[in-house]
């Protein structure tokens, strides 16, 4: 009788203990957080953070902050805001629950706000035009920029550095522009409105690419850290699992594929063809752009990308012909054509649709073949187009052989070079091929097809239609 009342007892104090429980509010950021089942960030729209890309939403801090909200369990909740003091501030004030824009650490901001450990490492560089008459030989030391006109970001890190510098230097002077951001900057220095402008080495990787006449002139910074902001105060919760979720990055190799993801492609970029392909792009698209619009709509594809496929096949030259007998706008083979039933190679309407529709097919194979998401799949897809199935696939296999991911665009592109090499090629069912070739030959599109987003969008990073994303995660 003792013991059973003594059993009530104590089930009573459980339950009470467990509705408590349940409905006591979250303690820590990362309860209310999880809670919620919504995380809030800040981002700038940039190429190097966050813009609305081919498939979808992209940039780098996009996929990190992604990842992270995966990792959680948690939707994303995307907040834009383009003044870096804005965002500072609102980090400081508990607005939003972190920012991951393109971030500098710096010892006046550390005083403000605390940083994660980097995801990335950058240094400022000073931007010249090599067709500016105001500079007559190649700048290459900090002096060589005294008296010339330099337009830097308000609230940058850049300005940091540059007040740091005039200690040294007191006749260094610049001016701060403050609704502005650096792409605007950059295009300053194009235009020669301003002699200088400094930019981080990862968005200045990505720029040069459609404007090949701005240089690099010094480094103005040894190598600094980004990484993502919070708020200081005692509930570090969220932070700590920011910190772990960065750690699990660095370690699984994810993070480092990110980077190269996003940058490797644009390192590699022959910036001498870019003036050709932007008079192209004016004098001969125009007159193929319809074709491309409606052959992309019909084969579901994005029609800048069959235009960038098309202009790295031919530059739009529809009597292009290549001594292998490949002919035509989208450089269809003898057999290909016959297939997509295509009867005059050289008409660019033909050759356009023949062209989209083969794409459809590849980018379809890749996805029933190898089963890979995107942008994988576009990649792969260029790739097979290019090579051909059976060298793809034993490039994947001989990715696995080396101990890489064979569903990763970046790794397959290492190896796929190899197939030229016997060592390697003896061990594959097709056996040799030009294995750099479709490297470059997607590398390239991508950067064709970038450039041509950012001329047709008056030079801005494409903002994401919705400025607050939210989507349910999976696991990570
Ligand atoms: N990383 C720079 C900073 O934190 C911002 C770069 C930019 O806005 O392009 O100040």
Redesign the pocket.
């Known amino acids: 009788m003792q013991k059973s009342a003594f059993s009530i007892a104590l089930s009573g104090i459980v339950l009470t203990a467990f509705i408590i429980n349940v409905s006591a509010p979250p303690r820590t950021l990362l309860e209310r957080v999880k809670k919620s089942g919504e995380i809030h960030v800040l981002t ?1 729209n ?1 190429a ?1 953070t966050y813009y609305e890309g081919s498939q979808g939403p992209s940039g780098l801090e996009y996929d990190l902050v992604k990842k992270f909200a995966e990792y959680l369990d948690v939707d994303l909740n995307i907040k834009i805001r383009d003044n ?1 003091n804005d965002i500072i501030s609102q980090i400081e004030k508990g607005t939003v629950d972190f920012a991951a ?4 650490v ?1 010892e006046e ?1 550390q005083n403000r706000i605390r940083f994660t450990t980097p995801y990335q490492q ?1 240094t ?1 560089q000073a931007v010249y035009n090599t067709n500016n008459n105001n500079i007559e030989k190649r700048p290459r030391k900090l002096a060589d920029l005294m008296g010339k006109r330099i337009n830097v ?1 308000a ?6 550095q540059l007040s740091q510098l005039k200690l040294k230097y007191p006749k260094l002077s610049w001016t701060e522009s403050k609704n502005t ?3 605007e900057l950059l295009d300053m220095v194009a235009n020669k409105l301003t002699d200088f402008t400094i ?2 080495s990862n ?1 200045v990787t990505l720029y040069r690419r459609y404007h090949p006449e701005l240089r690099v002139a010094m480094n103005i910074s040894k190598e ?1 850290p ?1 990484a993502w902001a919070f708020a200081k105060g005692s509930d570090d919760s969220l932070y700590k699992e920011a910190q772990n979720f960065m750690a699990h990055m660095k370690k699984t190799g994810e993070l480092a594929h990110l980077i190269k993801r996003h940058y490797h492609h644009a390192s590699k970029y022959q910036y001498s063809g870019t003036n050709t392909y932007l008079s192209k792009v004016r004098s001969r698209l125009p007159r193929y752009q319809k074709m491309f619009e409606t052959a992309a709509r019909e084969n579901k594809l994005d029609w800048r990308l069959v235009a960038a496929v098309a202009y790295q096949e031919s530059h739009w030259n529809p009597h292009a012909v290549s001594p292998t007998g490949v002919r035509g706008i989208m450089m269809l083979t003898n057999n290909t054509a016959r297939q997509l039933g295509v009867v005059d190679r050289t008409d660019p309407k033909e050759s356009i649709f023949g062209g989209a529709q083969y794409l459809r097919k590849m980018v379809d194979k890749v996805a029933t073949r190898y089963g890979l998401e995107e942008p994988e799949r576009t990649w792969f897809a260029l790739a097979a187009y290019n090579v051909g199935f059976g060298h793809l696939t034993d490039a994947r296999m001989l990715t696995k052989l080396r101990g890489d991911n064979p569903n990763k665009w970046t790794d397959v592109k290492e190896t796929l070079p190899l197939l030229r090499q016997r060592k390697w090629y003896s061990k594959t069912r097709y056996g040799y091929a030009r294995g750099n070739e479709p490297v470059k030959y997607v590398e390239s599109i991508r950067s064709y097809y970038d450039i041509l987003n950012w001329y047709l969008d008056n030079g801005k990073p494409k903002i994401a239609e919705r400025s607050i994303l939210a989507f349910k995660s999976s696991a990570l």
Not at 101 to 104: D, F, I, Q, R, V
Not at 155 to 160: D, I, L, R
């Open positions: 700038r940039a190097t870096l824009a393109g971030l500098t710096t901001r950058i400022q970001l609230n940058s890190s850049h300005v940091e951001d650096s792409s930019a981080d968005e600094q980004l």
